[in-house]
């Protein structure tokens, strides 16, 4: 069961008017976060670039809802915005006379930057719109919980285990690195 | 809901991201700008995933997720590293290495 | 919501302890070194690096029980195998990962870094490595790959004082998240095409689909990109020179052996597990990585002054040529076999000569204090012995008989030339002219330490240490055995995948 299919009358995630509200949030929710992630990476102050990209998080955490993922989206809020903003944040607190330096990149560089940006799209877009053109995501059931832990612990286990030894390794690591001696 | 407007969302956050790691000299810019890149990767597996009907996709976002914590620690860790030794994070001024 | 707990129950996996017991070990001594250092602290400074090392050793023992037994074996729904080319690659970073111990040991500890987590670093790292080379589904690939980097990402820039590895560090770091990243872009894309991770059902959507997909093409297109990052091929080869020269010399012996053959392994198996279908659109790709990658490495080493960004060039170089055989591997009736059974086999002898290389290069640097090519001048005066072996390394490196150098470089020529495609022939071209311009780098340091004099008339005799002499003995005897019995030992490189049908 989707978020919005708790809603009333929306019972069917396929039914018309759960549909045209589905879409309705989406796009709300696709400007929004493009609009954020523009802001994010033209702005001047860094504090505001990492509250630009809670809004994005989360926005992408509201996409994972809207289709049915919601304990990847669960995990993006506490993970993505609970824990790695916030690292950010001490990030930027911790280096804040380096504040200000982004002030001199070159109108060149930026232009450059932008025509890459451009153009990247524009291959992607090209390359989807053309392999998937109206394909639907037109799932009957979303996926349960159970179903991606057993996915976890039978066929990833070997990546499962192997990404606590990484987290253990970055720990360890960072810490030696960061720390002042 | 159509599987390609999520898939042009994602292109258009892995495009502002790509933007951000070339335009920004800040080193805590240029991370939030790759992290950008990886959330759109998500979006991607998902909707994927949505589509496909497969569980695949969710399970790799989740993993995607999991190493994206342990790398902005470790790169948290080295800009402060830098930021102590130089008192600067500006990428451009990397200048000890001839490169 | 009843939800039917019989329809949910959970299927235990099948574990073959066998198959997994190197990681196994790996994880165990790796876990006895963090343990050993939380208890002990500095105490146990003296005994990690020994530690490591015979844990290393160790770890091969379950390989050799492996390979007598000789089965393929697919666990987890076929996202992890067992089989020769995973069996040959794991003793390869094995091996390495034992001579850079061997390397670490004084350096680390003279040099008062954190040595207990530097040797645990290390471990995770191998253990990375170890994993990729059974890896056959995309998330594994990714998680191998992220355990390998970000340990080395920290390893770089573990000479906290020093600015230049922190911004070494930094600069391969940033660089290397952002591939990784587009890298993944790739991956979504091939799980969007055939929704699964498992490469074998990659293969054959892709086959399906055909490569005229456009989607298709982008994710090999990203995907090679951000695997050529790794492996150091031009035109993504930027970060190396600086990384190599910022980073502790041990730990660039590390990155540019152990690190560059597991992007190889990953690239090896996605190309020819995951889309050997569509060979028209990696084939050109892999063909203008292996020629720019030759000549732009070979040319930028000329004029090179610092010995270890001139290995970085040369790195780039042989890089170039190992990834050859790759674009000629894409039309059937065997070609992926030999394709693969040339790239393992450069891989053995490039790790033995360019590790002994860098053995050479550290004792002398502890002496002279520098890594500039005129500071080792001269050292035929003072270290006989270390002038022969880095000769022996150094023209192993540019091909000349009778050294493994020569023996990797015409699996790959002979490659090539089989292939019977005019493109082949004129890659070959391109790699024959590129040997004669690496002969002249090559033989121009060898030249200095023989005949020039020392700098300043220093003659003290370098202070040699027994595991700097073990390490050197264990390089100097695998490069000379690949060229002087190349097809005694072979046997060993030539291998064949378990999704190829061998």
Redesign the interface.
């Known amino acids: 069961m989707t978020a919005l299919a708790a809603l009333e009358g929306m019972d069917r995630l396929t039914s018309g008017e759960a549909l045209v509200a589905q879409n309705v949030a989406f796009a709300i929710m696709a400007i929004t976060m493009v609009v954020a992630a523009l802001r994010m990476v033209t702005t001047r102050n860094v504090v505001h670039a990492a509250l630009y990209l809670v809004v994005v998080l989360a926005g992408v955490a509201g996409q994972f809802l809207l289709l049915g993922a919601e304990f990847v989206g669960v995990t993006q809020v506490m993970v993505y915005i609970g824990a790695i903003v916030v690292l950010f944040l001490f990030g930027i607190m911790l280096t804040k006379g380096s504040f200000g330096e982004d002030d001199g990149v070159s109108s060149e560089k930026r232009l450059m930057a932008g025509l890459v940006g451009l153009l990247v799209f524009g291959v992607m877009a090209a390359a989807l719109v053309d392999s998937f053109e109206d394909a639907e995501v037109a799932r009957e059931a979303p996926s349960t919980t159970a179903e991606v832990s057993d996915s976890i612990f039978s066929t990833y286990i070997v990546p499962f285990e192997a990404v606590s030894v990484l987290l253990l390794a970055a720990l360890i690591g960072a810490i030696v690195v960061a720390r002042k001696d | 809901?159509?599987?390609?407007?999520?898939?042009?969302?994602s292109?258009?956050?892995?495009?502002?991201?790509?933007?951000?790691?070339?335009?920004?000299?800040?080193?805590?810019?240029?991370?939030?700008?790759?992290?950008?890149?990886?959330?759109?990767?998500?979006?991607?597996?998902?909707?994927?995933?949505?589509?496909?009907?497969?569980?695949?996709?969710?399970?790799?976002?989740?993993?995607?997720?999991?190493?994206?914590?342990?790398?902005?620690?470790?790169?948290?860790?080295?800009?402060?590293?830098?930021?102590?030794?130089?008192?600067?994070?500006?990428?451009t001024a990397?200048d000890?290495?001839?490169? | 919501m009843a939800v039917d707990l019989l329809t949910l129950a959970f299927q235990r996996p099948h574990i073959d302890w066998h198959g997994i017991a190197p990681e196994l070990v790996l994880l165990g001594v790796g876990a006895l070194i963090t343990l050993v250092d939380i208890v002990f602290l500095e105490k146990a400074r003296p005994i990690t690096a020994a530690l490591a090392g015979l844990g290393l050793l160790a770890t091969a023992v379950p390989l050799l029980t492996l390979a007598a037994d000789g089965t393929d074996r697919v666990m987890f729904d076929g996202a992890y195998v067992v089989d020769e080319f995973s069996l040959v690659m794991k003793a390869i970073f094995l091996l390495s990962a034992y001579v850079v111990v061997l390397l670490s040991t004084n350096y680390v500890a003279e040099g008062d870094y954190w040595e207990n987590e530097y040797y645990g670093l290390l471990l995770a790292s191998v253990m990375g490595m170890v994993m990729m080379a059974s890896a056959r589904d995309l998330v594994s690939i990714f998680v191998a790959l992220e355990l390998l980097s970000i340990p080395a990402y920290l390893m770089v820039a573990w000479r906290k004082r020093d600015l230049r590895s922190n911004e070494a560090g930094l600069k391969y770091y940033l660089m290397g998240v952002f591939a990784s990243a587009v890298m993944l872009y790739g991956m979504s894309l091939l799980y969007g095409v055939s929704g699964s991770t498992m490469l074998d059902d990659i293969g054959t959507a892709v086959a399906a689909a055909g490569s005229s997909v456009p989607v298709v093409t982008m994710a090999i297109v990203f995907i090679v990109a951000g695997f050529a990052f790794k492996v150091s091929a031009v035109p993504f080869h930027t970060w190396a020179p600086d990384v190599y020269e910022g980073a502790p010399t041990p730990v660039t012996a590390f990155l540019a052996v152990a690190s560059k053959a597991a992007g190889f392994v990953a690239l090896l198996v996605l190309v020819l597990v995951a889309f050997p279908s569509a060979s028209d659109v990696w084939e050109p790709l892999v063909w203008i990585l292996a020629a720019a990658s030759m000549t732009v490495g070979n040319m930028v080493a000329l004029r090179q002054t610092n010995v270890v960004r001139l290995m970085a060039y040369s790195g780039i170089a042989q890089t170039g040529f190992m990834i050859a055989p790759l674009a000629v591997a894409g039309h059937g009736g065997g070609s992926a076999d030999q394709a693969l059974s040339a790239v393992v086999t450069y891989l053995a002898i490039y790790a033995a000569m360019n590790l002994g290389a860098f053995a050479v290069i550290i004792v002398l640097a502890r002496k002279t204090g520098s890594a500039e090519t005129t500071s080792f001048a001269g050292a035929f005066h003072y270290a006989p012995g270390l002038t022969v072996a880095m000769t022996i390394f150094l023209f192993s490196l540019a091909g000349i008989p009778p050294l493994g150098g020569w023996f990797a470089k015409f699996e790959v020529f002979r490659v090539l030339a089989t292939a019977g495609e005019p493109w082949g022939y004129v890659l070959a071209a391109v790699g024959a002219v590129n040997s004669v311009i690496a002969l002249y780098y090559y033989a121009a340091l060898a030249r200095r330490m023989w005949a020039d004099d020392a700098p300043d008339g220093d003659h003290a005799p370098v202070p040699m240490t027994p595991s700097l002499a073990s390490a050197l003995g264990i390089c100097g005897i695998v490069t000379l055995a690949f060229g002087v019995a190349p097809q005694l030992v072979a046997r060993f490189t030539d291998v064949t995948l378990a999704a190829l049908g061998g």
């Not at chain 2, 000890?96 to 490169?99: D, F, T, Y």
Request: glycine letters at 10%; zero cysteines.
């Open positions: 809901m159509l599987l390609n407007q999520f898939l042009l969302l292109a258009v956050l892995f495009s502002i991201g790509v933007y951000g790691v070339l335009a920004r000299r800040n080193g805590v810019l240029v991370l939030m700008s790759i992290e950008l890149i990886l959330n759109a990767v998500n979006i991607n597996l998902v909707a994927f995933g949505a589509f496909r009907a497969t569980v695949g996709g969710e399970v790799f976002a989740l993993f995607i997720i999991a190493v994206a914590a342990a790398e902005v620690g470790v790169g948290l860790a080295m800009v402060l590293l830098m930021y102590r030794n130089r008192r600067s994070i500006d990428l990397i000890q290495l001839r490169g």
